[in-house]
């Protein structure tokens, strides 16, 4: 192929090596904080760890259990596990039964509430310990 013909030249152009340019430094100066305490509520469920030059590393959250398994650590047996889910009748299945009956659905029709997903209560438990891990609930009652 006919290199001119593009608009190159017959030879090839010189290499030129690629010399790394380190990164700049980024420090920051003036005092060192601690880092904020964690908000009220939050529990740990992951074990500290801990990591070299003898620091702790803790990590602080809450689990939110959701209608489906989830991948946790379950603070039994220190495993990550994916949970386990079955459901349970709650709040709501008991309140739609109870506004049925009212409707004037007494023939079986005030038992489907404890029957479908959407108005049942999900919980999680560890699949290894059989520890019961949390709860996803459909309607809150404190």
């Keep these: 192929m006919d290199s001119v013909k593009f608009g190159y030249p ?10 790394p340019v380190p990164p700049p430094s980024y420090t920051v ?8 305490p964690p908000p009220p509520g939050l ?4 074990p500290p760890t801990s990591a070299q030059n003898g620091q702790r590393v803790v990590t602080i959250g809450t689990t939110r259990f959701g209608p489906y398994p989830q991948n946790v650590i379950c603070p039994t047996c220190n495993e990550q596990v994916i949970t386990l889910t079955s459901r349970k009748s709650g709040l ?15 023939f079986g029709c005030c038992l489907i509430p404890f029957y479908t997903d959407i108005t049942l209560d999900v919980e999680h438990s560890c699949p290894r310990c059989a520890r019961k891990l949390g709860i996803n609930r459909k309607i809150e009652f404190n």
């Design 10 to 19: 017959e030879s090839q152009p010189p290499v030129i090596p690629h010399q």
């Design 29 to 36: 100066a003036g005092p060192s904080y601690p880092p904020p």
């Design 43 to 46: 529990v740990s469920h992951i």
């Design 92 to 106: 709501l299945a008991w309140l739609v039964s109870i506004g049925c009956c009212v409707v004037g659905c007494v």
